[in-house]
């Protein structure tokens, strides 16, 4: 062992005339402890709610949309389709109509998003119809007399007052033009399915029926409003949208689940910050006690420090002894508190510590999802602020005058 890293434990683990000495060291260990597990934690609670976002808006929509520019809709779109699902990365394709309606029930209407979809191919680039907790999904292929089938979301179901079996009307506003103007076309559909995403603006507000129900309901024959697409890597969005718009020819364009989602990812972004910044002052204050306790040391063992120098010992070796000193203090605070925050973030999502209330946010319980990157640059961070709150006392410590010191003693 190093002389320096001997002398330095020695002064860690020996007991000092002064209490105040070891009570404001016990205070750094505690306060860079708390401050680290504190980060650990609240990453990680940050990154399961981001992670648990994202699989279910990527389970609810499509990775990447294609559209026409002129919003006059895509024709002949079982052959594009067809062509763009053998690109490089997509998994699936699958067209699909959207138009605002107004659904009624006996109680009350309300304005929706009525989506016409081919089940089958819905299913392969979204979970959203795989989420139902009442009906079945073949409902959508099934015939009614005077009726349509439809699927709800809980929100809407329970907003209007239905059940799977009940009968609703949808008032779609592309209606025909007759002598006293555009007269609204209405339809009726069978509720064959209540499905719950999680998200109340889609339970809420979507609603799905098959793709030739839509067509009759919109006046649009053979056409679909947008093609949409499931990729092997989500993260590849941007990269493929462009192949699939070169590949689409003039007139198309994309979106794509990061675009649609945009606002909402920085904001999660911007409260990562911030939650660092404001936690961080807690190893801050620590780094003070840090320096404060070496202040304290280097008043205390002067005499110490004299008789090394006198034994041959060098300015760098004394500066060192000092610095080593702070940072094992640092370090077993950063130890204590990546241990506890990791262990604190695997209890909260084995034991599910933090319930919720399903109904409103979706999830039964706070999600957890602390990564290793983040223990390795918050000990980092750790260690590098201590080291700074080291400098000046344990240069302090080189300037004494050792004959000064030990004249009168």
């Known amino acids: 062992m190093r002389f320096e890293l001997f002398v330095a434990m020695r002064y860690l683990k020996a007991k000092r005339r002064q209490a105040a000495i070891s009570v404001i060291t016990a205070i750094s260990v505690v306060g860079i402890m708390a401050g680290v ?3 650990v934690v609240a ?3 940050n990154d399961g709610f981001r992670e648990k976002l994202v699989n279910n808006l990527l389970g609810a929509t499509s990775n990447i949309n294609l559209i026409r520019t002129q919003n006059d809709g895509i024709r002949h779109y079982e052959a594009l389709t067809a062509r763009l699902s053998k690109l490089p ?3 699936a394709a699958a067209p699909a109509l959207y138009e605002e ?3 009624s029930s006996q109680q009350r209407a309300q304005g929706v998003v009525l989506k016409g979809v081919d089940p089958v191919r819905e299913v392969k680039v979204g979970d959203l119809l795989q989420h139902l907790t009442e009906g079945s999904l073949k409902g959508l292929s099934e015939t009614f007399p005077g009726a349509d089938p439809i ?3 809980k929100d809407l179901a329970k907003s209007l007052g239905v059940f799977v079996g009940d009968t ?3 008032t779609s506003p592309q209606g025909a033009l007759t002598p006293f103007g555009v007269v609204p076309k209405y339809k009726h559909f069978r509720v064959v399915g209540i ?10 507000t979507w609603a799905f029926t098959n793709l030739s129900a839509a067509q009759q309901l919109f006046d649009l024959k053979n056409v679909v409003s947008v093609i949409e697409f499931k990729l092997d890597n989500v993260y590849k969005a941007d990269a493929v949208a462009k192949v699939i718009r070169k590949a689409a020819g003039p007139g198309f364009t994309t979106t794509t689940w990061m675009n649609q989602n945009r606002s909402l990812f920085h904001a999660l972004s911007l409260e990562r910050l911030v939650t660092i910044l404001t936690i961080g002052l807690i190893v801050l204050v620590a780094a003070l006690n840090i320096f404060i306790t070496l202040v304290m040391m280097v008043m ?4 110490d420090i004299a008789v090394l120098r006198s034994m041959g010992a060098k300015k760098r070796q004394i500066w060192t002894v000092f610095t080593l000193h702070g940072l094992l203090i640092a370090l077993v605070g950063t130890v204590l508190g990546l241990a506890l925050g990791y262990g604190t973030s695997w209890a909260g999502q084995h034991y599910k510590l933090i319930p919720l209330q399903a109904s409103i946010y979706g999830l039964s319980s706070v999600p957890f999802h602390p990564r290793p990157w983040d223990g390795l640059w918050i000990a980092a961070a750790a260690l590098g602020v201590s080291f700074l709150a080291t400098l000046y006392p344990s240069l302090a410590a080189t300037k004494l005058d050792p004959a000064e010191i030990l004249r009168y003693e």
């Not at 205390?300 to 005499?303: A, D, I, S, T």
């Open 37 to 39: 597990c504190a980060l």
């Open 43 to 45: 990453l990680a609670i």
């Open 89 to 91: 990365h997509v998994v």
């Open 101 to 103: 309606v107004l659904i």
């Open 151 to 153: 699927i709800i979301g």
């Open 168 to 170: 609703v009307m949808v």
């Open 195 to 204: 499905f719950d995403s999680g998200f109340f603006d889609f339970d809420s």
């Open 300 to 303: 205390e063992k002067n005499r």
